[in-house]
């Protein structure tokens, strides 16, 4: 049995052999077989539009979309909105042998402007976000602030002295959350951001910062639920991380106890993709950093 990939990223969904179209070439040829996430791993998948430009490459992934994600795609306004729907697209399209059975796979995906992310569990429930070191909010920081997040989660910001420091955690933040709303599967207005903190577990409510060994149980981050337990559950784990010093990822999986597994911290394995080309594991490099409040 084997599962027929459109593109590089599609050998994660593949425990036996795996086919990709070259660009140069009519012919499928094979590339390395990347198991299936164990059922306590992520996967993490990340494409930088910016650096895909080639109108032949373009041409390839729009050819994975069925003629109606073609006419959505062709409706957009602008090459970039265009190029970016193309790749995420392209990110979560897959195909296998009608005779094989995968196991039950979770996918999210988050993009913003200038990279577009995929996550991929086994059996766990996921939630991703990315966000951009340097986005800039419209409105003051500390009035969306108000706005959206808990007294806690607002009285730590407003102990932030430095400005630029006080936006990085912002948008920490603001990225932890929307990925566990994610996850959760309910959307924002079914779990509001201000029901619940996020914060780490050997804080107060009155700090949410790290104190300690990063290694320790207390550097846990955690979820504080406000709200109706039927509306927010905290049985969730927490990863959040640097992507190329350009970007926030977080990642949200349902803390599944798994019979026979110790219940250590997920283990995580994070690729940048060019479909068609090139898959490269950054996991443990310096692109991939593991970051924290």
Not at 155 to 176: A, G, H, V
Request: charged letters at 25%.
């Amino acid at each position: 049995m084997f599962c027929k990939g459109r593109f590089s990223m599609h050998t994660s969904f593949c425990t036996v052999k795996s086919f990709c179209s070259s660009p140069s070439s009519s012919s499928s040829s094979y590339l390395t077989t990347i198991p299936l996430p164990s059922k306590r791993e992520t996967h993490l998948w990340y494409i930088t539009p910016d650096q895909v430009k080639d109108a032949s490459l373009l041409d390839q992934y729009l050819n994975v979309l069925s003629p109606c994600e073609k006419e959505n795609v062709l409706r957009l306004r602008g090459d970039k909105l265009q190029r970016s729907a193309i790749l995420a697209r392209t990110l979560v399209d897959w195909q296998c042998d009608k005779n094989w059975e995968p196991p039950p796979l979770h996918f999210n995906l988050s993009h913003t402007s200038s990279l577009i992310a995929c996550g991929v569990t086994v059996d766990m429930p996921i939630g991703i976000d990315v966000e951009e070191k340097q986005r800039k909010t419209r409105n003051n920081l500390l009035s969306l602030a108000q706005r959206y997040f808990t007294l806690d989660e607002v009285d730590y910001l407003n102990t932030i002295s430095n400005p630029e420091i006080q936006r990085q955690e912002f948008i920490k933040l603001w990225t932890l959350k929307e990925a566990y709303v994610k996850a959760l599967g309910r959307g924002f207005s079914a779990a509001p951001f201000n029901t619940f903190t996020i914060r780490f577990r050997g804080t107060s409510r009155s700090s949410l910062q790290k104190r300690g060994d990063s290694n320790s149980k207390e550097s846990e981050i955690i979820v504080e639920t406000l709200a109706e337990p039927k509306n927010v559950t905290t049985n969730w784990r927490f990863t959040l991380l640097e992507l190329a010093s350009s970007h926030y990822a977080a990642i949200c999986v349902e803390n599944k106890r798994i019979k026979g597994v110790e219940n250590d911290p997920p283990l995580l394995k994070v690729w940048k993709t060019v479909p068609f080309i090139k898959d490269e594991l950054l996991s443990e490099t310096d692109s991939v950093r593991t970051v924290s409040l």
